[in-house]
T-cell receptor, first 107, second 121 residues
Framework: DIQMTQSPTSLSASVGDRVTIACRAN??????LNWYQQKSGKAPRLLIS???TLQGGVPSRFSGRASGSDFSLIITGLQLDDFATYFC?????????FGQGTRVEIK | QVQLVQSGAEVKKPGASVKVSCKAS????????FHWVRQAPGQGLEWMGW????????SIAQKFQGRVTLTRATSINTVYMELSGLRSDDSAVYFC??????????????WGQGTLITVTS
Protein backbone atom coordinates (compact mmCIF):
# COMPACT_ATOMS: atom_id res chain seq x y z
CA ASP A 1 0.00 0.00 0.00
CA ILE A 2 1.09 3.57 -0.67
CA GLN A 3 1.92 5.37 2.56
CA MET A 4 1.02 9.03 2.90
CA THR A 5 2.86 11.00 5.56
CA GLN A 6 1.54 14.38 6.60
CA SER A 7 3.34 17.02 8.60
CA PRO A 8 2.89 18.54 11.02
CA THR A 9 0.30 16.47 12.88
CA SER A 10 -0.99 19.68 14.45
CA LEU A 11 -0.27 23.37 14.34
CA SER A 12 -1.43 26.53 16.05
CA ALA A 13 -1.99 29.60 13.94
CA SER A 14 -3.68 32.97 14.07
CA VAL A 15 -6.30 34.47 11.81
CA GLY A 16 -4.56 35.93 8.81
CA ASP A 17 -1.56 33.59 8.94
CA ARG A 18 -0.23 31.68 5.97
CA VAL A 19 -0.35 27.96 6.73
CA THR A 20 1.35 25.15 4.85
CA ILE A 21 0.58 21.48 5.36
CA ALA A 22 2.89 18.94 3.80
CA CYS A 23 2.14 15.47 2.50
CA ARG A 24 4.63 12.96 1.14
CA ALA A 25 4.00 9.70 -0.70
CA ASN A 26 6.43 6.82 -0.37
CA UNK A 27 6.15 6.08 -4.08
CA UNK A 28 5.09 7.91 -7.18
CA UNK A 29 1.43 8.88 -7.34
CA UNK A 30 1.64 11.23 -10.31
CA UNK A 31 -0.93 13.99 -9.70
CA UNK A 32 -3.47 11.76 -7.97
CA LEU A 33 -3.46 13.72 -4.74
CA ASN A 34 -6.51 15.20 -3.06
CA TRP A 35 -7.05 17.35 0.04
CA TYR A 36 -9.99 17.25 2.44
CA GLN A 37 -11.13 19.37 5.35
CA GLN A 38 -12.97 17.79 8.25
CA LYS A 39 -14.67 19.56 11.12
CA SER A 40 -15.55 17.81 14.34
CA GLY A 41 -18.47 15.42 13.97
CA LYS A 42 -18.87 16.09 10.25
CA ALA A 43 -18.04 14.30 7.05
CA PRO A 44 -14.91 15.41 5.24
CA ARG A 45 -15.19 17.97 2.48
CA LEU A 46 -13.16 17.81 -0.73
CA LEU A 47 -11.14 21.00 -1.11
CA ILE A 48 -8.66 20.25 -3.87
CA SER A 49 -8.36 17.38 -6.33
CA UNK A 50 -5.45 16.27 -8.49
CA UNK A 51 -2.90 18.40 -6.63
CA UNK A 52 -4.28 21.84 -7.42
CA THR A 53 -7.85 21.82 -8.78
CA LEU A 54 -9.94 23.88 -6.42
CA GLN A 55 -13.45 22.50 -5.97
CA GLY A 56 -16.53 24.63 -6.50
CA GLY A 57 -17.36 26.82 -3.55
CA VAL A 58 -13.92 26.46 -1.95
CA PRO A 59 -12.36 29.85 -1.17
CA SER A 60 -9.40 30.89 -3.29
CA ARG A 61 -7.22 31.22 -0.18
CA PHE A 62 -6.77 27.44 -0.45
CA SER A 63 -4.23 26.19 -2.95
CA GLY A 64 -2.22 23.06 -3.64
CA ARG A 65 1.11 22.37 -5.20
CA ALA A 66 3.48 19.50 -5.85
CA SER A 67 7.17 18.83 -6.17
CA GLY A 68 7.82 15.21 -7.12
CA SER A 69 6.26 13.06 -4.41
CA ASP A 70 5.97 16.02 -2.01
CA PHE A 71 2.67 17.86 -1.91
CA SER A 72 1.45 20.94 -0.05
CA LEU A 73 -1.84 22.48 0.95
CA ILE A 74 -1.49 26.21 1.49
CA ILE A 75 -3.97 28.46 3.21
CA THR A 76 -3.20 32.10 2.55
CA GLY A 77 -4.89 34.30 5.12
CA LEU A 78 -6.31 31.82 7.62
CA GLN A 79 -9.93 32.47 8.59
CA LEU A 80 -11.88 31.34 11.66
CA ASP A 81 -13.81 28.90 9.48
CA ASP A 82 -10.56 27.14 8.54
CA PHE A 83 -9.80 25.70 11.95
CA ALA A 84 -10.28 22.01 11.29
CA THR A 85 -8.38 18.83 10.44
CA TYR A 86 -6.95 18.39 6.97
CA PHE A 87 -6.20 15.10 5.22
CA CYS A 88 -4.32 14.34 2.05
CA UNK A 89 -5.34 11.25 0.06
CA UNK A 90 -3.88 9.46 -2.93
CA UNK A 91 -6.07 7.99 -5.65
CA UNK A 92 -3.22 6.60 -7.74
CA UNK A 93 -4.13 3.04 -7.11
CA UNK A 94 -6.14 0.88 -4.76
CA UNK A 95 -6.19 0.88 -1.90
CA UNK A 96 -6.63 4.60 -1.69
CA UNK A 97 -4.81 5.84 1.37
CA PHE A 98 -4.97 8.95 3.51
CA GLY A 99 -2.45 10.89 5.48
CA GLN A 100 -2.93 10.80 9.23
CA GLY A 101 -4.31 14.33 9.29
CA THR A 102 -3.17 17.78 10.39
CA ARG A 103 -5.16 19.58 13.03
CA VAL A 104 -5.15 23.36 12.64
CA GLU A 105 -5.90 25.06 15.94
CA ILE A 106 -6.37 28.64 17.01
CA LYS A 107 -3.29 30.27 18.55
CA GLN B 1 -28.16 19.23 -5.53
CA VAL B 2 -26.32 16.02 -4.77
CA GLN B 3 -27.44 14.34 -1.55
CA LEU B 4 -26.31 11.11 0.03
CA VAL B 5 -28.40 9.89 2.95
CA GLN B 6 -27.16 6.95 4.99
CA SER B 7 -29.00 4.59 7.27
CA GLY B 8 -28.96 5.03 11.01
CA ALA B 9 -26.58 4.00 13.74
CA GLU B 10 -26.39 0.35 14.75
CA VAL B 11 -25.09 -1.67 17.66
CA LYS B 12 -23.88 -5.16 16.85
CA LYS B 13 -22.36 -8.09 18.68
CA PRO B 14 -18.96 -9.50 17.74
CA GLY B 15 -19.23 -11.94 14.86
CA ALA B 16 -22.41 -10.38 13.49
CA SER B 17 -22.85 -8.59 10.18
CA VAL B 18 -24.06 -5.11 9.41
CA LYS B 19 -25.43 -3.61 6.21
CA VAL B 20 -25.32 0.15 5.73
CA SER B 21 -27.30 1.86 3.00
CA CYS B 22 -26.61 5.09 1.15
CA LYS B 23 -29.39 6.64 -0.91
CA ALA B 24 -28.40 9.14 -3.57
CA SER B 25 -30.44 11.92 -5.13
CA UNK B 26 -30.00 15.00 -7.25
CA UNK B 27 -28.06 13.49 -10.16
CA UNK B 28 -27.84 10.47 -12.50
CA UNK B 29 -27.17 7.61 -10.08
CA UNK B 30 -25.31 5.30 -12.47
CA UNK B 31 -22.89 7.97 -13.65
CA UNK B 32 -20.56 8.13 -10.65
CA UNK B 33 -18.69 5.58 -8.59
CA PHE B 34 -19.38 5.23 -4.88
CA HIS B 35 -16.75 4.71 -2.22
CA TRP B 36 -16.88 3.61 1.40
CA VAL B 37 -14.58 5.11 4.00
CA ARG B 38 -14.51 4.50 7.74
CA GLN B 39 -13.19 6.47 10.67
CA ALA B 40 -12.63 4.96 14.10
CA PRO B 41 -13.20 7.30 17.06
CA GLY B 42 -10.51 9.98 17.12
CA GLN B 43 -8.67 8.34 14.26
CA GLY B 44 -7.97 8.98 10.61
CA LEU B 45 -9.78 7.94 7.46
CA GLU B 46 -9.61 4.46 5.96
CA TRP B 47 -10.75 3.69 2.43
CA MET B 48 -12.61 0.39 2.11
CA GLY B 49 -13.54 0.13 -1.56
CA TRP B 50 -15.62 1.39 -4.43
CA UNK B 51 -18.54 0.20 -6.53
CA UNK B 52 -19.55 1.11 -10.05
CA UNK B 53 -23.32 1.60 -9.74
CA UNK B 54 -23.76 1.09 -13.47
CA UNK B 55 -22.26 -2.37 -13.92
CA UNK B 56 -21.86 -3.37 -10.28
CA UNK B 57 -18.12 -3.90 -10.47
CA UNK B 58 -16.21 -3.42 -7.24
CA SER B 59 -12.72 -2.88 -5.87
CA ILE B 60 -12.23 -3.81 -2.24
CA ALA B 61 -9.14 -3.01 -0.19
CA GLN B 62 -7.24 -6.21 0.50
CA LYS B 63 -7.63 -5.66 4.24
CA PHE B 64 -11.40 -6.05 3.88
CA GLN B 65 -11.60 -8.71 1.19
CA GLY B 66 -13.75 -11.60 2.30
CA ARG B 67 -15.57 -9.44 4.86
CA VAL B 68 -16.93 -6.52 2.83
CA THR B 69 -19.59 -6.75 0.13
CA LEU B 70 -20.60 -3.74 -1.90
CA THR B 71 -23.88 -3.84 -3.81
CA ARG B 72 -26.32 -1.47 -5.40
CA ALA B 73 -30.03 -1.22 -6.20
CA THR B 74 -30.37 1.01 -9.22
CA SER B 75 -34.17 1.11 -9.03
CA ILE B 76 -33.95 3.03 -5.76
CA ASN B 77 -30.62 4.84 -6.27
CA THR B 78 -29.06 3.12 -3.30
CA VAL B 79 -25.72 1.48 -2.59
CA TYR B 80 -24.97 -0.85 0.29
CA MET B 81 -21.93 -1.86 2.30
CA GLU B 82 -22.12 -5.10 4.24
CA LEU B 83 -19.39 -5.94 6.74
CA SER B 84 -19.33 -9.41 8.25
CA GLY B 85 -17.43 -11.02 11.10
CA LEU B 86 -17.61 -7.84 13.14
CA ARG B 87 -14.92 -7.20 15.75
CA SER B 88 -14.62 -4.49 18.34
CA ASP B 89 -12.07 -2.66 16.19
CA ASP B 90 -14.71 -2.33 13.46
CA SER B 91 -16.48 0.21 15.67
CA ALA B 92 -16.34 3.38 13.60
CA VAL B 93 -18.30 5.89 11.58
CA TYR B 94 -18.81 4.55 8.07
CA PHE B 95 -19.17 7.05 5.25
CA CYS B 96 -20.33 6.59 1.71
CA UNK B 97 -18.95 9.07 -0.77
CA UNK B 98 -19.60 9.73 -4.43
CA UNK B 99 -16.74 10.29 -6.79
CA UNK B 100 -16.27 13.82 -8.02
CA UNK B 101 -15.91 12.84 -11.68
CA UNK B 102 -18.24 10.86 -13.89
CA UNK B 103 -17.28 7.31 -14.94
CA UNK B 104 -13.80 7.39 -13.42
CA UNK B 105 -12.42 7.27 -9.90
CA UNK B 106 -10.63 10.43 -8.83
CA UNK B 107 -11.71 11.94 -5.52
CA UNK B 108 -14.45 11.83 -2.92
CA UNK B 109 -16.53 14.77 -3.96
CA UNK B 110 -19.77 14.26 -2.04
CA TRP B 111 -20.22 12.50 1.29
CA GLY B 112 -23.03 10.97 3.26
CA GLN B 113 -23.56 12.04 6.84
CA GLY B 114 -21.92 8.92 8.23
CA THR B 115 -23.28 5.89 10.07
CA LEU B 116 -21.94 4.95 13.50
CA ILE B 117 -21.45 1.23 13.93
CA THR B 118 -20.69 0.06 17.45
CA VAL B 119 -19.52 -3.49 18.03
CA THR B 120 -19.89 -4.59 21.61
CA SER B 121 -20.74 -7.75 23.49
Amino acid sequence: DIQMTQSPTSLSASVGDRVTIACRANQTISTFLNWYQQKSGKAPRLLISEVSTLQGGVPSRFSGRASGSDFSLIITGLQLDDFATYFCQQSYGPPWTFGQGTRVEIK
Amino acid sequence: QVQLVQSGAEVKKPGASVKVSCKASGYAFTGYYFHWVRQAPGQGLEWMGWIDPNLGGTSIAQKFQGRVTLTRATSINTVYMELSGLRSDDSAVYFCARDSESVVVTALGHWGQGTLITVTS
